[in-house]
């Protein structure tokens, strides 16, 4: 069983960074397929970054954003730069057995509880 906890949110000022940190156990880092998505109160659940074997973004955070990992210490993170009040969220990381990452939350099989990221204008 796969278990992720998400850390690093907060409240941040507009053109601001951040730094969210999504810990892993109970499998290797490597094996997995990994991805970060968002939810904003009333929205559906976006895609925000993917780590595979190659790393993606989404459209929104692109230019922006770096999806990294720390094999040593089984955790990857997420630091975004330029922070706009759109990027209030809860951020959750997820993680799939397949070693596949993508956009699709239907494909990851593993979910953190979440971390709250308000960015105030």
């Known amino acids: 069983q796969v278990h992720l906890v998400e850390s690093g949110g907060g409240l941040v000022q507009a053109g601001g960074s951040l730094n969210l940190s999504c810990a892993v156990s109970?499998?290797?880092?490597?094996?997995?397929?990994m991805g970060w998505f968002r939810e904003a109160p009333g929205q559906v659940r976006e895609f925000v970054a993917g780590s595979g074997l190659v790393t993606f973004y989404a459209d929104s955070v692109k230019g922006r954003s770096t999806i990294s990992r720390d094999s040593a210490k089984n955790t990857m993170y997420l630091h975004m730069n330029s922070l706009k009040p759109e990027d209030t969220a809860i951020y959750y990381c997820?993680?799939?057995?397949?070693?596949?990452?993508?956009?699709?939350?239907?494909?990851?099989?593993?979910w953190g509880q979440g971390t709250q990221v308000t960015v105030s204008s």
């Open positions: 997820a993680a799939a057995g397949s070693g596949i990452a993508t956009m699709a939350p239907s494909l990851y099989g593993y």
């Open positions: 109970g499998r290797t880092l490597s094996s997995l397929g």
